[in-house]
């Protein structure tokens, strides 16, 4: 993202970053960005990249997002995000922290399966 950043130079987005940085989630060793856009929409994203040709328990790609402030499934049209950042942060802790396997995946870490 720095290298995006100094390419773009002055037209690069104004963002505030809320947390940006490497980030474990069950196992997978990701890298997260947490910013906040000038309008106020929250814009949340982890991804993991494994190998090609990954297991399920090790897949090949991982992404999630996460978005405020949407209406009518646009990105940044609701007025407001009904959440401060703080709020923001907490319910993104809480969904990265649910991805897991329902059940026992073969060579899955056992803090990745929600159902022991």
Not at 59 to 85: C, E, F, Q, W, Y
Not at 86 to 104: S, T
């Amino acid at each position: 993202m720095a290298d995006r950043k100094r390419e773009a130079g002055s037209r690069y987005p104004k963002l505030t970053t809320l947390r940006e940085g490497r980030k474990n989630v069950h196992g997978w060793n990701g890298e997260e960005s947490l910013v906040r856009r000038a309008d106020g929409t929250h814009d949340f994203e982890w991804m993991f990249i494994g190998e090609n040709g990954g297991s399920v328990a090790r897949p090949g790609n991982l992404d999630v997002t996460m978005h405020t402030k949407v209406m009518a499934d646009r990105i940044g049209a609701a007025p407001a995000s009904s959440l401060s950042d703080e709020e923001a942060i907490a319910l993104w802790d809480r969904l990265l922290d649910g991805l897991k396997f329902r059940v026992a995946v073969p060579g899955a870490p056992a803090e990745a399966v929600a159902i022991q």
